[in-house]
């Protein structure tokens, strides 16, 4: 179509009394994007309430006339899909003006290939409409749907704003809450645009508004249609701001429709069926890897970190490669095409504890240089170490393509599904739907995908020679055991971090430069004199460093933090503090004072509730801090199989921190005051 045609749909087919408009756009560097609206509009070319504007954070009509279905990556760009039941639009609206807005003031003119598509219901285009003479807009209307009659038409526009967001929705009635340029800096938006949210996401029908809009009908600018100054409204009270949200689930699920426990949720993808270990790779990769596909947050958020460019992503699994007699069947094929250019890595995928061997993984990785692939990605439940990697392969020094070879735990894969889903949130509900589908599959006890839950082969016999006191220094198995405890460590990260929200790390105190097998050696070293397991991890927004010790001789977990004491306060308020913030904390906790030059009070939080003063030292020694500790049974299993060991160290610290740590945060925010004299510095490494 001409910029200005218009064309009856009617005439076009006889399936467009609902239609899908789709919006697309590319750039060249891969990364221009836009978000769409829909705006209803009445017969005075205004919306009748807020509540006919359509956009990102207000996605669909309660009667079912618009629904924003989201975007997709396409290439270089990504394409803006809008389902209109044109036979459930209200009668007194006569357009339906589709049009979309760009973040942070960028211009239109850096995208190419604008286009606007209208698809019948059957998925036959009727019509396209491109747009060539973009410019400096912001926001641009790429066209509108209106009725002339009984019949509906399309009319090509393709006129803009360089007043953003802002200045279309004032054009068509939208009240815009001015901020000022501080706060709208902040936004994800360059305007944020108020609108009634019980309005917007509750009414099945909106009524006229009562009052004419403040601001006078559009007329014809340099860059479209321009706002007419007008009388400014009278003062309202502050409307809430349309900041950019994803979407995420909630974390308390609805309240189930089953008559008892017997009844089971229907699931995408089922479990209970799997056999063998060969089922269960097939179907793990399968599951994951189109999921990945289908919700581009999370397929980006497993492939950036291997060097996979942001593009449109296809997946495939078990892709027939030529090898030699024998052709090889990778597990998986990662394709990223981005500016013609594709990025592609092969995937081996482990399930149930099963080890990679080194013969498959080099077999791909020498499939994957003679075929000009970039990348090969191991999959099972281990978690990868610095300095010691999973499995050894050869690399021909003399070909000039280099591939890389990268290891992804089951476990970073429920972290990075799990902080999508609860607490970052992804583009549209249906992706979260996927995430949490694909979450369910891997924690299903039939998947194979639990991670890491193995202390290998030397645990026991680690176990029985410190008990015998005859474990010694340099005894392979103690290192075996130390990295296993590492594995574990890392895995406790993972998990807790995705049901936080937050970053999790351990702390590693060791001199700066010391390489990996160094530092593991000194703790081989410690096991062996001490037959003790220790690890620290940092919880961002958590005051303290929350410390693990594993007692391997008297078969007891700690799990302790330490705080200092606010500075300024006298020290019977802090302990009287401490024990109401501790008031749910079990009663078995035990609770130190630090103090300067020595060992302070110590008892369980049981006996200390009564009398905080008990805290005090006696002798009026200065009091640094206070260690809160709790102790824990180690689990008898010892076996090769799952661990009672690896599952006690999870409860350990999920009661650690549920019931006291989540507690400490008004006494952080105390010492905050403290002067960096009298705060520690520990050296670490993160």
Same mark, same amino acid.
């Given at each position: 179509?001409?910029?200005?045609?218009?064309?009856?749909?009617?005439?076009?087919?006889?399936?467009?009394?609902?239609?899908?408009?789709?919006?697309?756009?590319?750039?060249?560097?891969?990364?221009?994007?836009?978000?769409?609206? *829909?705006?209803?509009?009445?017969?005075?070319?205004?919306?009748?309430?807020?509540?006919?504007?359509?956009?990102?954070?207000?996605?669909?009509?309660?009667?079912?006339?618009?629904?924003?279905?989201?975007?997709?990556? !396409?290439?270089?760009?990504?394409? @803006?899909?809008?389902?209109?039941?044109?036979?459930?639009?209200?009668?007194?609206?006569?357009?339906?003006?589709?049009?979309?807005?760009?973040?942070?003031?960028?211009?239109?003119?850096?995208? @190419?290939?604008?286009?606007?598509?209208?698809?019948?219901?059957?998925?036959?285009?009727?019509?396209?409409?491109?747009?060539?003479?973009?410019?400096?807009?912001?926001?641009?209307?790429?066209?509108?749907?209106?009725?002339?009659?009984?019949?509906?038409?399309?009319?090509?526009?393709? %006129?803009?704003?360089?007043?953003?967001?802002?200045?279309?929705?004032?054009?068509?009635?939208?009240?815009?809450?001015?901020?000022?340029?501080?706060?709208?800096?902040?936004?994800?938006?360059?305007?944020?645009?108020?609108?009634?949210?019980?309005?917007?996401?509750?009414?099945?029908?909106?009524?006229?508004?009562?009052?004419?809009?403040?601001?006078?009908? &559009?007329?014809?600018?340099?860059?479209?249609? %321009?706002?007419?100054?007008?009388?400014?409204?009278?003062?309202?009270?502050?409307?809430?701001?349309?900041?950019?949200?994803?979407?995420?689930?909630?974390?308390?699920?609805?309240? /189930?429709?089953?008559?008892?426990?017997?009844?089971?949720?229907?699931?995408?993808?089922?479990?209970?069926?799997?056999?063998?270990?060969?089922?269960?790779?097939?179907?793990?990769?399968?599951?994951?890897?189109?999921?990945?596909?289908?919700?581009?947050?999370?397929?980006?958020?497993?492939?950036?970190?291997?060097?996979?460019?942001?593009?449109?992503?296809?997946?495939?699994?078990?892709?027939?490669?030529?090898?030699?007699?024998?052709?090889?069947?990778?597990?998986?094929?990662?394709?990223?095409?981005?500016?013609?250019?594709?990025?592609?890595?092969?995937?081996?995928?482990?399930?149930?504890?099963?080890?990679?061997?080194?013969?498959?993984?080099?077999?791909?990785?020498?499939?994957?240089?003679?075929?000009?692939?970039?990348?090969?990605?191991?999959?099972?439940?281990?978690?990868?170490?610095?300095?010691?990697?999973?499995?050894?392969?050869?690399? #021909?020094? =003399?070909?000039?393509?280099?591939?890389?070879?990268?290891?992804?735990?089951?476990?970073?894969?429920?972290?990075?599904?799990?902080?999508?889903?609860?607490?970052?949130?992804?583009?549209? !509900?249906? $992706?979260?739907?996927?995430?949490?589908?694909?979450? $369910?599959?891997?924690?299903?006890?039939?998947?194979?995908?639990?991670?890491?839950?193995?202390?290998?082969?030397?645990?026991? &016999?680690?176990?029985?020679?410190? @008990?015998?006191? +005859?474990?010694?220094?340099?005894?392979?198995?103690? !290192?075996? *055991?130390?990295? /296993?405890?590492?594995?574990?460590?890392?895995?406790?990260?993972?998990?807790?971090?995705?049901?936080?929200?937050?970053?999790?790390?351990?702390?590693?105190?060791?001199?700066?430069?010391?390489?990996?097998?160094?530092?593991?050696?000194?703790?081989? #070293?410690?096991?062996?004199?001490?037959?003790?397991?220790?690890?620290?991890?940092?919880?961002?927004? +958590?005051?303290?460093?929350?410390?693990? *010790?594993? @007692?391997?001789?008297?078969?007891?977990?700690?799990?302790?933090?330490?705080?200092?004491?606010?500075?300024?306060?006298? &020290?019977?308020?802090?302990?009287?503090?401490?024990?109401?913030?501790?008031? %749910?904390?079990?009663?078995?906790?035990? *609770?130190?004072?630090?103090?300067?030059?020595?060992?302070?009070?110590?008892?369980?939080?049981?006996?200390?509730?009564?009398?905080?003063?008990?805290?005090?030292?006696?002798?009026?020694?200065?009091?640094?801090?206070?260690?809160?500790?709790?102790?824990?049974?180690?689990?008898?299993?010892?076996?090769?199989?799952?661990?009672?060991?690896?599952?006690?160290? #999870?409860?350990?610290?999920?009661?650690?921190?549920?019931?006291?740590?989540? $507690?400490?945060?008004?006494?952080?925010?105390?010492?905050? =005051?403290?002067?960096?004299?009298?705060?520690?510095?520990?050296?670490?490494?993160?």
């Amino acid at each position: 179509m001409a910029k200005g045609s218009n064309v009856g749909l009617a005439s076009l087919s006889d399936a467009a009394d609902s239609v899908i408009v789709s919006l697309c756009w590319s750039s060249a560097a891969g990364d221009g994007d836009a978000d769409v609206s *829909v705006l209803l509009l009445d017969g005075n070319g205004k919306v009748r309430s807020d509540a006919d504007f359509f956009f990102y954070n207000h996605p669909a009509a309660a009667d079912g006339s618009v629904q924003l279905l989201g975007k997709n990556p !396409t290439g270089s760009g990504s394409e @803006d899909r809008i389902s209109l039941d044109l036979t459930a639009v209200p009668q007194d609206v006569e357009r339906v003006v589709v049009a979309a807005s760009r973040d942070s003031g960028s211009p239109f003119g850096e995208l @190419d290939d604008l286009l606007v598509t209208v698809s019948d219901r059957v998925g036959e285009t009727l019509l396209g409409f491109s747009i060539a003479d973009a410019s400096v807009e912001t926001a641009f209307i790429f066209g509108e749907l209106y009725r002339r009659g009984e019949e509906w038409k399309f009319r090509a526009i393709g %006129q803009g704003y360089d007043s953003g967001l802002a200045g279309l929705a004032t054009d068509f009635g939208i009240d815009v809450d001015d901020e000022s340029d501080d706060a709208a800096a902040t936004e994800p938006v360059a305007v944020a645009v108020a609108v009634a949210v019980a309005q917007s996401a509750l009414a099945a029908e909106v009524a006229p508004p009562s009052v004419e809009p403040a601001v006078a009908l &559009p007329t014809q600018g340099a860059r479209g249609p %321009q706002p007419v100054e007008a009388e400014p409204p009278p003062a309202r009270a502050r409307r809430p701001r349309t900041a950019k949200k994803k979407v995420t689930l909630a974390a308390v699920a609805k309240k /189930s429709l089953a008559e008892n426990d017997g009844w089971k949720p229907a699931r995408l993808f089922p479990v209970p069926s799997l056999k063998s270990d060969k089922e269960r790779e097939v179907r793990a990769t399968s599951v994951l890897l189109s999921v990945m596909a289908e919700v581009p947050e999370f397929g980006r958020r497993l492939t950036a970190p291997f060097g996979a460019p942001a593009g449109r992503m296809q997946t495939f699994t078990e892709v027939p490669l030529p090898h030699g007699e024998n052709p090889k069947r990778p597990d998986g094929v990662i394709r990223v095409e981005r500016a013609g250019k594709l990025w592609t890595a092969l995937v081996e995928t482990k399930t149930n504890g099963n080890p990679l061997k080194p013969d498959q993984v080099q077999s791909y990785m020498d499939i994957a240089a003679r075929r000009g692939y970039e990348t090969v990605i191991t999959l099972s439940n281990d978690v990868a170490l610095e300095g010691s990697p999973l499995v050894a392969v050869k690399t #021909d020094g =003399r070909r000039k393509h280099k591939v890389a070879l990268w290891h992804l735990s089951w476990a970073e894969v429920a972290h990075q599904a799990q902080m999508l889903i609860r607490h970052e949130g992804v583009g549209n !509900t249906a $992706h979260a739907w996927l995430l949490q589908e694909l979450l $369910h599959y891997l924690q299903h006890e039939n998947s194979g995908c639990h991670g890491f839950q193995n202390m290998g082969p030397a645990w026991v &016999p680690v176990r029985n020679g410190i @008990d015998t006191e +005859t474990l010694c220094k340099g005894d392979q198995r103690a !290192t075996e *055991v130390v990295e /296993s405890w590492e594995r574990l460590i890392r895995q406790v990260c993972l998990r807790l971090g995705g049901e936080l929200g937050q970053k999790v790390l351990p702390v590693q105190r060791a001199r700066r430069g010391t390489d990996p097998h160094s530092r593991r050696a000194l703790l081989t #070293d410690r096991l062996c004199e001490e037959g003790r397991l220790s690890a620290e991890l940092r919880i961002d927004g +958590t005051p303290g460093v929350l410390a693990i *010790v594993a @007692d391997l001789r008297t078969s007891r977990i700690r799990v302790s933090i330490e705080i200092p004491a606010p500075e300024g306060s006298y &020290p019977l308020t802090s302990a009287k503090r401490l024990a109401r913030l501790l008031a %749910q904390a079990p009663a078995d906790l035990h *609770v130190e004072t630090l103090v300067e030059g020595g060992n302070g009070p110590r008892d369980t939080l049981e006996k200390l509730r009564p009398e905080p003063a008990d805290m005090l030292p006696k002798d009026g020694a200065h009091i640094t801090g206070f260690r809160m500790s709790l102790f824990k049974g180690m689990g008898s299993t010892r076996g090769s199989a799952e661990s009672g060991f690896i599952r006690s160290i #999870d409860d350990a610290v999920d009661r650690f921190h549920g019931n006291v740590v989540a $507690h400490l945060s008004p006494f952080e925010r105390l010492t905050a =005051r403290r002067t960096p004299s009298s705060a520690p510095s520990p050296q670490v490494k993160v």
